[in-house]
């Protein structure tokens, strides 16, 4: 068991909570949706152990990172500079590696196109761009029916239509939703962390970050940088396969499937971590594809 460091540090409008562990080039791994630095701790004593000072933590408005105001709509350009700022605290002399899982990963495409010289490779594991599917109209409106549900009749009609279909009726069979399992020792104590913040992310996080525009030009600049990664088991649902594979064709990155499905960091730590591990330490990535 490693070692893990906790820390604080102030950024404009915000307190993050922040962990690190081990020793090595600096790895900051960006959690997506309601999760936060608990995201990752079934592959962070891995990564660890591979070389790596791994970094993870709570993104302002969640969890142990209060905002010094009221909430609002979260801006991926706001949280890309809080992360430029850990960076900067605790790899101040040399770029870093970046991973980022759903919303996280595109908060981690921000931060490369911002700042190209600050990191050495960037992985975005499904971040849900869904305007650039050639057909964004539906997830736009679905995503602002969970929002607009959440607002009218709470978080229990919001969630039921989130893991629906785009187009599904309301009350119809809920075929999108994950089978019901035991979740994993690791993410356990995250548990109610979660609950508290899934509120926040369909309200303030899930339209406006899904429906931004990544800087296409600064990624292309960047391609030789960026890694997409896909679920291994994500296969059918465009909203989290659709605008990575766009992106790859875009700009020139690599996409490389990962084990799991959306969150296959926390379905699949070891087997994860291992992929990543060899991801970020390639000289040259190869693609892969399901």
Request: net charge negative.
């Amino acid at each position: 068991m490693t070692v893990v460091n906790v820390g604080k540090v102030r950024v404009p409008g915000a307190t993050l909570h922040y962990e690190t562990r081990g020793s090595g080039p600096l790895l900051l791994l960006i959690p997506g949706g309601a999760g936060d630095a608990g995201l990752f701790e079934g592959m962070a004593d891995r990564l660890a152990a591979a070389g790596y000072t791994v970094v993870s933590y709570d993104q302002r408005g969640l969890s142990r990172s209060p905002l010094d105001g009221p909430l609002a709509d979260q801006r991926v350009g706001e949280r890309s500079a809080d992360a430029a700022r850990l960076l900067d605290l605790l790899s101040p002399d040399a770029p870093a590696y970046v991973f980022g899982s759903s919303s996280g990963g595109i908060v981690a495409l921000d931060l490369l196109a911002r700042h190209p010289g600050r990191v050495r490779r960037v992985v975005a594991h499904e971040p849900p761009l869904v305007e650039l599917l050639p057909d964004p109209a539906p997830y736009r409106e679905h995503f602002a029916e969970v929002r607009r549900l959440l607002r009218t009749k709470g978080i229990g009609a919001a969630m039921t239509r989130f893991a629906q279909a785009p187009g599904q009726a309301p009350d119809g069979p809920d075929r999108e939703q994950p089978r019901s399992r035991e979740l994993p020792p690791s993410v356990r104590p995250m548990a109610s962390r979660m609950a508290t913040n899934m509120p926040v992310f369909l309200e303030h996080v899930l339209c406006p970050f899904s429906s931004s525009a990544p800087d296409l030009d600064g990624l292309r600049a960047a391609a030789g940088k960026l890694v997409l990664g896909v679920g291994r088991e994500s296969g059918g649902q465009e909203a989290l396969v659709g605008p990575a594979r766009r992106l790859a064709e875009l700009t020139g990155a690599v996409t490389v499937e990962f084990p799991g499905g959306h969150v296959g960091c926390v379905e699949h730590p070891e087997e994860f971590a291992e992929l990543l591990i060899r991801t970020l330490a390639a000289e040259e990535v190869t693609a892969t594809r399901p």
